[in-house]
Nanobody, 115 residues
Framework: QVQLVESGGGLVQSGGSLRLSCAASGTTFGIFSMGWYRQAPGKQRELVATITSARSTTYRDSVKGRFTISRDIAKNTVFLQMNSLKPEDTAVYYC?????????WGQGTQVTVSS
């Protein structure tokens, strides 16, 4: 099992920045991808960014150039630096870890961007 603890959400004005962190603990051997998803009210959960053990990254188009995902492999921690935030970025952000054939999810952290 893998446990995920997220931090860093909050309320910020449009154009502001936030940094999310997610620390994985437990049986972390075999983790090959860590990332962030988000879910806004009334919408489906969507991928924001992922990073593999080889540090290959994927971003959804709407956050490219504004968000940066990074990973401290030794500490099993993934970060999401979010700059130039927009009201449409408002959502609950979930940390995700992929290990072998399983997905693990954090409890979610609220990000609210006011206009």
């Amino acid at each position: 099992q893998v446990q995920l603890v997220e931090s860093g959400g909050g309320l910020v004005q449009s154009g502001g920045s936030l940094r999310l962190s997610c620390a994985a603990s437990g049986t972390t051997f075999g983790i090959f991808s860590m990332g962030w998803y988000r879910q806004a009210p009334g919408k489906q959960r969507e991928l924001v960014a992922t990073i593999t053990s080889a540090r290959s990254t994927t971003y959804r188009d709407s956050v490219k150039g504004r968000f940066t995902i990074s990973r401290d492999i030794a500490k099993n921690t993934v970060f999401l630096q979010m700059n130039s935030l927009k009201p449409e970025d408002t959502a609950v952000y979930y940390c995700n870890v992929k290990k072998f054939h399983s997905d693990y999810w954090g409890q979610g952290t609220q990000v609210t961007v006011s206009s």
